[in-house]
């Protein structure tokens, strides 16, 4: 039977407070059947404990976040950088997920070269494409706000996402729609539909814009409904372009995290139907 929360996905980082088991659990007693999971947490409580876990509630993990940071020059860095990233592709086929969310990382020390650094990743995906698509793994560019160009990822713009992207085959390079990251760019909508006709949105994530910032501003996603983006508008944006999959909230904040988990995962879960789908 068809529920308005069929299409929602909670992702981990949201209620990173709650364990694995709890989080599993909690999903289960409040009907959600998606969850995007991260790195850290899953190889904690183990990637083969985590994938059982997940599977025997029924669950469908969405997305793996995250690999990435690919811009390093040192050839030393950039072959653990590559390492570390097909150890990710081989996590999110375990784990059941097609998509693996990639943040590219900054400049490296000493440089000031965007094009370089993004010519780089280029280098890198050139590399780890066939080695996701051996794998059934999908790599989804997860254009950052441009405050984070310097020290996270040079990739600002689903303009610049693509542009990568496009090099190579859709099943191997899509991108990540995000709207706490893109909703400011007026080209964005063009873009979207630039990346549907394509096949390369590989996922679609939601957080709030809300201000003030807090300092670190790495936290400052805010709850759904609670700031400047119309969710709707969004949704209604990557489903003109074709994309009908999970719609994942991912939200870093630290007065969620003071909560209780559960019910933050319950408000989220509520806030996701009254502003994205009612």
């Known amino acids: 039977m068809s529920t308005a929360l069929d299409r929602f996905s909670i992702n ?5 407070q709650l364990s694995m088991p709890e989080l599993v659990e909690a999903c289960v007693q409040l009907g959600i059947g998606n969850v995007g999971l991260w790195r850290e947490p899953v190889q904690s409580y183990g990637l083969e404990a985590t994938a059982k876990l997940v599977r025997d509630a029924g669950l469908a993990v969405t997305t793996l976040c995250r690999g990435g940071f690919l811009t390093a020059i040192d050839p030393q860095e950039r072959a653990r950088a590559l390492a570390d990233n097909r150890r990710a592709v081989d996590e999110a086929a375990t784990l059941g997920t097609d998509t693996l969310v990639l943040v590219s990382g900054g400049l490296p020390p000493g440089s000031k070269d965007l094009r370089a650094a993004r010519e780089r990743i280029a280098d890198a995906l050139a590399e780890l494409g066939p080695y996701a698509e051996r794998h059934g793994v999908r790599l989804a560019i997860e254009p950052l ?14 303009t610049q996402a693509l542009d990568l992207a ?6 191997q390079v899509g991108v990540t729609v995000d709207t706490y990251h893109i909703w400011w760019d007026d080209t964005a909508p063009q873009q979207i539909a630039r990346a549907g006709a394509g096949g390369r949105i590989h996922t679609f994530q939601l957080a709030d814009w809300t201000t003030p910032l807090p300092e670190g501003v790495l936290t400052g996603r805010g709850q759904i409904g609670d700031g400047s983006i119309d969710m709707r508008e969004w949704k209604g944006y990557v489903e003109a372009a074709g994309y009908t999959g999970p719609i994942e909230v991912e939200l870093f904040n630290e007065g969620l995290w003071a909560r209780d988990g559960r019910e933050v995962l319950a408000e989220t879960a509520q806030r996701f139907v009254r502003n994205v789908i009612a």
Do not use: G, I, N, W
């Open 12 to 16: 981990q980082m949201t209620v990173k």
């Open 145 to 158: 706000h441009p405050m984070y160009a310097a020290d996270r990822c040079v990739v600002s713009t689903l």
């Open 166 to 171: 496009e090099r190579f085959p859709a099943h």
